[in-house]
């Protein structure tokens, strides 16, 4: 908010012990008491979602929009996650029962009118983002048929979006045919496939449709998004009709040659997570390219990255606490990785860089009580070309 992401929230117990210069902020029961008070927000007449927190001024109060926005399953999702942090701290030293509870009955109160996205939205290839909570609901009990049912419905959604021709799903439906947008975040929608082909069961026609569509996705993605030196494009625009590569570019970062901070952490994350599906070395290797690029270009005085790599230096460009934590939690899923794998060596080099940028983040953008902040973090850059930056995200 701009929150400490899923990997971070969850393995912060586990990795206490061994590390000691994890900062202190990510035990402060802050986190799960500021979830809770703008859960307390929910409106059943007129539902609303926190995404960013007041610009002008940058005062830190959420501000709310429809149902129909791309950014709405995280809240949720969120509050879910706090139920499992509960869970894995069951003395309550890090969220106290009651309060684990009652993330859990606010989490599936404030999921219930996204399943209103099913059929038809404006989100389109990010129903994957709307459909977390449905996920953590499966990580808490698989035989859950009602998060297992909307997880099938987004995911239905989200094939009629894949094109054979171009081997993607489509981002956005913008410019004019037979323009085919595809954007770097989509690496993280596209788990979406193996969650319900999993549900399925490999006897179902769709459990291996789905896979493919994921995978090829993801080879696409990584044959023209990705920049020989391991950076990446924010946007690669393919002909629809004979998947030939238009343009690479931006939307949201500073040019089209250069890095968009937080487009390179969806990539790191997304491929690292593809090698979790799969077992293929070649997404592994990707993984650590994009996560090699971005640790190698932070910058020297505070690990936070500017909004975009290659933003002028004066003024001043803005930093990004979101693009820092999903890299943090990127690494750490990384990490991870690395030891299924059996690199030692490497698992170890990826978890110290994630708490780094960890520490660096929160003596950044981590508000205190006193601070009057809603969110968790400040610092965050929602859409620089839109000067929205310095803001809380719930991303």
């Not at 610009?55 to 929009?65: M, V």
């Not at 004979?242 to 990539?267: C, L």
């Amino acid at each position: 908010m701009a929150r400490l992401p899923f990997t971070v929230i969850v393995l912060a117990p586990l990795l206490a012990a061994a590390i000691p210069k994890i900062p202190i902020e990510l035990y402060s029961p802050l986190i799960s008491q500021k979830l809770l008070a703008t859960s307390q927000k929910f409106s059943a007449s007129n539902t609303q979602y926190p995404q960013w927190t007041t610009i002008t001024p940058s005062d830190g109060k959420w501000q709310f929009f429809p149902t129909d926005t791309w950014t709405s399953g995280f809240f949720p999702a969120s509050l879910i996650l706090m139920y499992e942090r509960g869970q894995m701290c069951s003395d309550g030293s890090l969220v106290s029962q009651q309060d684990a509870a009652s993330s859990l009955d606010e989490g599936r109160l404030w999921s219930g009118p996204l399943t209103g996205l099913e059929t038809t939205n404006n989100v389109k290839h990010d129903v994957g983002f709307i459909s977390f909570p449905f996920w953590e609901e499966l990580k808490i009990n698989p035989a859950n048929a009602t998060a297992a049912n909307h997880t099938l419905a987004f995911a239905a959604y989200l094939a009629g979006r894949f094109n054979p021709t171009v081997g993607c799903t489509k981002s956005w439906d913008l410019g004019t045919p037979p323009e085919f947008q595809v954007i770097i975040d989509n690496m993280i929608n596209v788990e979406l496939f193996f969650i319900a082909a999993d549900l399925l069961g490999p006897s179902n026609p769709n459990y291996s449709r789905y896979r493919f569509m994921a995978t090829s996705h993801a080879d696409r993605t990584m044959n023209n998004h990705i920049r020989a030196e391991g950076s990446t494009y924010h946007v690669v625009t393919y002909n629809q009709d004979t998947g030939a590569v238009i343009k690479q570019g931006t939307a949201q970062g500073y040019s089209d040659n250069s890095t968009w901070s937080r487009g390179q952490a969806w990539g790191m994350y997304g491929f690292t997570s593809m090698y979790n599906r799969t077992g293929n070395a070649t997404y592994l290797e990707t993984a650590r390219r994009l996560s090699t690029w971005y640790i190698s270009h932070l910058p020297e005085d505070n690990l936070v990255p500017f909004w975009d790599f290659n933003a002028p230096s004066t003024p001043t460009p803005p930093r990004d606490t979101s693009s820092a934590t999903i890299a943090a939690s990127a690494m750490l899923f990384l990490s991870q990785m690395e030891t299924r794998a059996g690199n030692q060596t490497g698992s170890d080099l990826w978890r110290d860089h994630a708490i780094s940028l960890l520490y660096d983040t929160v003596a950044m953008g981590f508000k205190s009580q006193n601070a009057g902040w809603e969110s968790i973090l400040s610092n965050g850059t929602a859409n620089n070309p839109r000067f929205n930056n310095n803001t809380g995200l719930t991303y």
